[in-house]
């Protein structure tokens, strides 16, 4: 029997990909469906894919994997999350849609980089207002604020200022060498000092499981499973986080609320390869990814399910 091939390709993380597998391929055994790691190597542009459905958790760290994978799914390969989408996405954009949907979020301003590669001069700069109005600018965020990438993760390079000398400082370190050769474009954010906290791990645009969680603990300690999410909260969390990931076509992601006077603040929802790990989530949690995960693959391999995006993207329909 010929099977149909889940691929899953994985950064550093150790506890998900195994149970993965063995969730994939007990399953759907009977269905002719099989996974395995992926391995992907030296491609050429028509070479036909192994995978019909390939799980993408690493490829915003590894240009080659996207690349490839973006082949792929031309040829056929259903990619979660879409690579051509999760590369164009940013959180500013995320901030202007979701006014837009009508999910609450932090009053945000994009600000531009604070310096460039050496190519880009005086000269390129033409369209670029200076200086920049931060008196404008703290008007409306408000101080505190929260300053953070505009594209990204994990919680990295993110400051809290709390006066316009700390925001300044930290404006200037987005400009420093340890940013890499390419200074980052930063977002500036009304801070929301929160009365509870909540992340929804979000599956399949439409299986949504929210999680008290505290952003300040140590990073195996922040989903907080003993206190369940409930009630009016629940329903709402559950219901904008559909609205998100549903517009933005994320099969994976997690979307985190920050609660303050009853108001569901959407504070971070570009994370389309979410922590799945099961020391961090925990074992119901945990359990329940697998369950959705190897659901969701299982019905794009056999074809029971379309991806959302296929659709969407013009060359799809030029292609035989």
Known sequence: MNMTMVGLMIGRENTFPQPFIDTVNRKGEAKGVRAEMAILGGAKELEEPKYKVIVDRISHEVPYYRAHLKSMAVLGTVVVNDPFWWEADEK???????????VAVPKTVVLPNKSYIPDINEGSLRNLQYPLDWKGI???????????????GGWKDVYRVDT????????????????????????????IQWDDYIRCICIGRKHINPIRYDPTAPFHARYVVDKPVEGRVRER???????????????MDTVEFAIRDGILYAIDFLN?????????????????????????????????????????????????
């Open 164 to 191: 316009m000398e700390e925001l300044l400082w930290a404006y200037d370190q987005t400009g420093t060498a340890s940013f890499g050769q390419r200074p980052k474009t930063m977002i500036l954010q009304e801070f």
């Open 138 to 152: 703290v008007e409306y965020t408000g101080l505190p604020a929260i300053m953070k990438p505009n594209t990204g």
């Open 92 to 102: 500013f954009f995320e901030c202007t849609l979701a006014r837009k949907l009508g």
């Open 237 to 251: 969390a559950i219901h904008d986080a559909i609205a998100l990931t549903d517009a933005l076509g994320y099969d």
């Open 272 to 320: 389309p390869a979410p922590d799945f790990d099961s020391f961090s989530i925990k074992g119901a949690n945990f359990e329940w990814v697998l369950e959705h995960m190897s659901d969701l693959v299982i019905g794009y391999a056999t074809g029971a399910a379309e991806p959302p995006w296929r659709k969407d993207h013009r060359w799809s329909h030029h292609i035989r």
